[in-house]
């Protein structure tokens, strides 16, 4: 059986090399996943007063 016709298997991405992190993205980094967090605990707050009614 040959797979000419099927589906064919994609290539294997190349492995991506570690990135050095300064300051300025560590801080970046810092306040996008507080402000993530804060939009769930606003969100769940909305979501908890819905279910009080």
Known sequence: MNR???KKKPLKAAKKSAKEL???DLEFQEREREKK???KEMKDAILKGKKKK
């Open 4 to 6: 000419e016709g099927g």
């Open 37 to 39: 967090r804060l939009e």
């Open 22 to 24: 300064d300051e300025h």
